[in-house]
């Protein structure tokens, strides 16, 4: 099947955390948004701080949907929880659906951080790490700067789901969405 950035009817599902350090889980948000910014669906998960089971939460969060009008995945970038790293590859492959890792700051990477703090699997988590592949460097119609992975999909409609999904400043409504509802779930429980 085709993607089409560029259609009026376009659905995304935005995936967000939210945790304490002193938890053994974070909570995991996911918003379907239209591309209009109407949310049209939602679900939660967990994953493991420190853990390894990050994108087969985000496989059970999508197929809990049961939704086949999900045209692209976009993610509060792919190391959360303390290192849990998503496979975003793997995701795409699962799904048969686009997906596009967002984050919002530039880094020489992570290599020290990951070393530092997981000094047991820290070869483990760097082979993940290189596995992510390198960052695009988009700047936003509203000016802001991101960096963006993405499968599935070229970089010309990565750039173009990401512009129609940010109103003001660099975080895309499906994202920032996800992020209060993970936060008001964490709470919660």
Request: one cysteine or more; hydrophobic letters at 40%; charged letters at 25%.
């Amino acid at each position: 099947m085709r993607f089409h950035a560029e259609k009026r009817g376009i659905r995304v599902l935005g995936v967000a955390e939210s945790f304490k350090k002193t938890s053994v889980c974070s909570t995991l948000a996911g918003i379907v948004m239209r591309r209009d910014l109407i949310i049209d669906g939602m679900e939660f998960g967990n994953v493991t701080i420190g853990g390894s089971d990050s994108t087969q939460n985000i496989l059970s969060m999508y197929r809990s949907l049961k939704r086949n009008d999900i045209n692209c995945i976009m993610l509060d970038g792919l190391i959360i929880s303390m290192y849990n790293m998503i496979d975003g590859e793997e995701l795409r492959e699962r799904t048969k659906v686009p997906v596009i890792a967002v984050t919002f700051k530039d880094s020489e990477g992570l290599e020290g951080t990951i070393q530092h703090h997981l000094s047991n699997d820290f070869k483990l988590k760097l082979d993940q790490y290189h596995k992510l592949g390198r960052r695009d460097r988009i700047q936003l119609n509203t000016g802001k700067l991101l960096f963006v992975r993405y499968w599935g999909i070229s970089s010309k409609e990565a750039f173009t789901v990401v512009n129609c999904f940010t109103l003001q400043g660099s975080v895309p409504e499906p994202i920032r969405i996800a992020k209060l509802a993970a936060r008001a779930r964490m709470r919660s429980i």
